[in-house]
Each structure stands twice: as structure tokens, then as C-alpha cells.
């Protein structure tokens, strides 16, 4: 299983954002899958997690009505797009398969994971 995170960078306060990630090695449309960030200094936290077929879509309160996750099964991806960006957002983004075909809040319930890719939010 390798996932493999793209599409970070540095972006004003207010701008837009998608990252991806490409997952090969495994059968993607099995497993929900999540996004889940890590800010300098603080704990690794949920963002947004996807069924395996993208019908039902999870997002914690901090991005809700801001990021949209979404997934491509024929080609193994997925996204997480962000709009209206705030500081607070600049971490490195992670995405991860879960165990189940249902995404979950708790990173216990991934067990794989990619390499990240940093988000930069300048005010």
C-alpha cells in the first residue's frame, strides 16, 4: 500500500487550496480514507473522512463549510479542496486509508498512511 501526498504550498489568508493524494498498490475503492493535519508543536488531528464510495462525508467543526473532501475510485485519488484558508490551517496534511469502508474521527482506525505535505497560510 503507498499513498502519496501533493498540492501543498504557500497561500494568502482567504485563498484556495487542493491537495491530493494517489494511492497505488491496493484496491482504493475498499477502504474509506481521511485527511488529518499536524501543526508545529501540536497533536495530529481529523479533518475530513469519505466512505469508499464517497456517500457519506465527514468534517470537524474547524473546516466544516470550508474544505470538501472527495475521492475518484477509477483513478485512485483523493482530495481534500480548502477555500477561505486561515493561519491556523498551515500544518502538513497527511491522508489516510481506513481500516473499514467507512471513514472514522480516530487516526487508530487508519492504518495507512502518507507522507504529508505542508500547507503555509500567511495572514
Known amino acids: 500500500v503507498q499513498l502519496q501526498a501533493s498540492g501543498g504550498g504557500l497561500v494568502q489568508a482567504g485563498g484556495s487550496l487542493r491537495v491530493s493524494c494517489a494511492a497505488s498498490?491496493?484496491?482504493?475503492?475498499?477502504?474509506?480514507m481521511g485527511w488529518f493535519r499536524q501543526a508545529a508543536g501540536k497533536e495530529r488531528e481529523f479533518i475530513a473522512s469519505?466512505?469508499?464510495?464517497?456517500?457519506?462525508?465527514y468534517y470537524a467543526d474547524s473546516v466544516k463549510g470550508r474544505f470538501t473532501i472527495s475521492r475518484d475510485n477509477a483513478n485512485q485519488r483523493l482530495y481534500l479542496q480548502m477555500n477561505s484558508l486561515k493561519p491556523e490551517d498551515t500544518a502538513v496534511y497527511y491522508c489516510?486509508?481506513?481500516?473499514?469502508?467507512?471513514?472514522?474521527?480516530?487516526?487508530?482506525?487508519?492504518?495507512?498512511w502518507g507522507q504529508g505535505t505542508q500547507v503555509t497560510v500567511s495572514s
Open positions: 498498490r491496493w484496491t482504493f475503492s475498499n477502504n474509506g
Open positions: 489516510a486509508a481506513a481500516r473499514r469502508s467507512t471513514g472514522s474521527t480516530y487516526s487508530d482506525e487508519y492504518n495507512y
Open positions: 469519505i466512505s469508499w464510495n464517497g456517500g457519506r462525508t
